[in-house]
């Protein structure tokens, strides 16, 4: 008797630590006037694919018992090496025909972060983030000197002309903006309850003076803390910056008693849109509730819940 009510005490254990630490991953390829009307079937087919393709990537690597952070960067990886998004490879032109990135990303048990803006030769922009906040003193490189630090970290470097494509240079030829906030994002909490959250992105077409946006600004569009949630921002930067929006959904958690759905839904639709700024949001909880809200018609996402349910969606409806 003795021998089954053990056994029963360790299956309880294993259940309820299970239930409190349970992995999940979302990640968003911007936000914006996303219309299916305006998508062709077979770009439309392509963003999903690569959206799935990324998905998978961060639901393995937490899967198989990997960080968080490692999953985040991965599956950011995998968007910046895709043309379909504006972050790494189909980054924006600025106003001088250049294509330049910024990325963010922190870590939610010790609140470390690091960031990189302006940088024109780094493959990866969140592995240069990942690098400053793993490897350096300080949080936020930019330009030249970021470039630099990428080099004595080794990591991949390639001509500006590896981020230029046809879609982007003919946006600014025609000095157009394509209406979508092509930023990409990843927030995952792994077994151990860690979360993180990174950013990446091109920026705006035709940026000038060295613009910088909100990805890249830890409290803007990208926060963590593993008291509260984690949080990948998009959209009209200035605005985000302004508002402080990754961290504010955080302080509503933690000061207000407010639950994640209600704290993102407060900071996209009054304090964002009621100064005029559009976008979205993805965050996960330290519950591993997932929550994506934005306020303009569509934004692409996916995300693997606490379940290992899967879903991938691009409309708002």
């Known amino acids: 008797m003795k021998k089954y009510l053990c056994l029963l005490i360790i299956l309880l254990f294993s259940c309820n630590n299970n239930d409190e630490n349970r992995i999940a991953i979302v990640i968003h390829g911007g936000a914006g006037i996303i219309l299916k009307e305006n998508i062709s079937k077979s770009k439309e087919d392509s963003i999903i694919n ?3 393709e ?3 990537k961060g639901w393995k690597l937490l899967n198989e018992g990997k960080s968080s952070e490692l999953a985040v ?3 950011i990886k995998i968007l910046e090496d895709s043309p ?3 972050a790494g490879k189909g980054s924006v ?3 001088e025909g250049k294509v330049e990135n910024d990325a963010s990303i922190m870590r939610g048990n010790d609140l470390n972060a690091g960031a990189s803006s302006g940088t024109s030769n780094v493959k990866n922009p969140i592995t240069l983030a990942a690098n400053v906040m793993n490897h350096s003193d300080h949080v936020f490189l ?3 000197g970021a ?4 080099k004595e970290r080794a990591l991949e470097i390639v001509e500006n002309e590896y981020f230029h494509t046809k879609f982007r240079y003919n946006q600014l030829l025609n000095k157009k903006e394509d209406n979508k906030y092509g930023t990409v994002g990843c927030v995952a909490i792994d077994y151990n309850g860690n979360i993180v959250a990174g950013t990446s992105t091109g920026g705006m077409t035709n940026k ?5 946006g909100d990805s890249p600004i830890i409290g803007a569009g990208t926060y963590a803390n593993n008291n509260t949630c984690g949080i990948s921002s998009t959209g009209s930067g200035e605005y985000f910056i302004r508002t402080v929006a990754a961290y504010q959904v955080s302080s509503l958690l933690e000061n207000h008693d407010y639950d994640l759905n209600k704290a993102m839904s407060k900071v996209i639709h009054e304090k964002i849109g009621g100064i005029g700024g559009d976008g979205g949001m993805i965050g996960i909880d330290k519950n591993s509730n997932i929550v994506m809200d934005f306020n303009t018609p569509g934004m692409y996402r996916a995300y693997v819940n606490k379940d290992g349910q899967k879903q991938i969606l691009l409309y708002k409806n």
Do not use: Q, V
């Open 142 to 144: 930019s330009g030249e």
């Open 50 to 52: 690569k959206l799935d």
């Open 208 to 212: 000038k003076w060295g613009r910088i």
């Open 93 to 95: 032109f600025n106003s």
């Open 147 to 150: 470039e630099n630090f990428a």
């Open 73 to 75: 960067i991965e599956t």
């Open 54 to 56: 990324a998905i998978s």
């Open 84 to 86: 379909l998004f504006n």
